[in-house]
């Protein structure tokens, strides 16, 4: 059972978000806790501890994004996902530097929602696919073409076997997953995800995912 908390400061969308977690989590999603602003998720992340807690951005006082950041530092063990209808660069490029794993749209298809609350509670990162899309072009056509250039040019760097993980990983999979995929141990899986977080020198989960969009092995 995956325990979420789900924070919106609209009450209508916080009983749509359920309903859709509640139908496509097939039983095996539950919302734990709801809370109407940042400074009430937090302390309910705190009091519940959900594997995921899910937030929008807009909410007052405290917002989505500080209230990531605060999940992030005092209850290690909850992924956080931004769910939203905001995707500009700033509110993504923050999201993620503040240790969130997952950016979801609220216009996105409500099994992606299902898909990208399953794979934070794993430990995979998700990022919507308009949002990686979005924060691609949003470099600009020169900038985002010398990006791509160089993703391919770090890819290069993996073997064929690392790519085919981190392509997986782009999309979303989480190691359980990936593993089943490619018909591997899920100790072999790790041991590849490090190494390729070594490899790419990167920090974390996402940065590997936005790797593997910019250097197109995500459709």
């Known amino acids: 059972m995956i325990r979420v908390l789900l924070a919106d400061d609209e009450a209508m ?14 039983g095996g999603i539950e919302v734990v806790a709801e809370a109407a602003d940042g400074c009430e998720a937090v302390a309910l992340t705190q009091a519940h501890r959900p594997d995921v807690a899910l937030l929008d951005i807009r909410m007052p006082r ?9 999940i992030v530092r005092t ?5 956080v996902a931004i769910l939203t209808t905001f995707s500009e660069d700033t509110c993504v490029a923050r999201a993620l530097g503040g ?8 216009s996105g298809d409500p099994h992606e929602l299902v898909a990208g609350v399953r794979a934070v509670a794993d430990g995979a990162a998700f990022l919507s696919p308009k949002v990686a899309r979005h924060v691609i072009d949003g470099f600009g056509a020169g900038r ?3 990006r791509e250039a160089a993703a391919r040019d770090r890819v290069a760097l993996l073997t064929p076997r ?3 993980v981190l392509g997986l990983l782009g999309a979303g999979l989480s190691n359980p997953e990936i593993a089943a995929r490619l018909h591997l141990v899920e100790g072999t899986v ?3 995800v490090s190494a390729i ?23």
Do not use: M
């Not at 209850?75 to 992924?79: L, N």
């Not at 240790?99 to 609220?106: C, I, N, S, V």
């Not at 989960?205 to 092995?217: P, S, T």
């Open 190 to 192: 790790k041991a590849y």
């Open 75 to 79: 209850a290690p063990g909850t992924a």
């Open 99 to 106: 240790g969130a794993t997952g950016f979801l749209l609220k």
């Open 62 to 70: 405290l917002d989505g994004l500080a209230a990531a950041e605060e």
């Open 162 to 164: 690392e790519r085919e």
């Open 197 to 219: 977080l070594d490899r790419l020198e990167v920090r974390n989960r996402v940065q590997a995912a936005i790797v593997a969009y910019e250097a197109g092995l995500v459709e």
């Open 144 to 146: 985002r073409l010398s």
């Open 13 to 26: 969308v916080r009983a749509g978000v359920k309903a859709i977690l509640d139908a496509g989590g097939g």
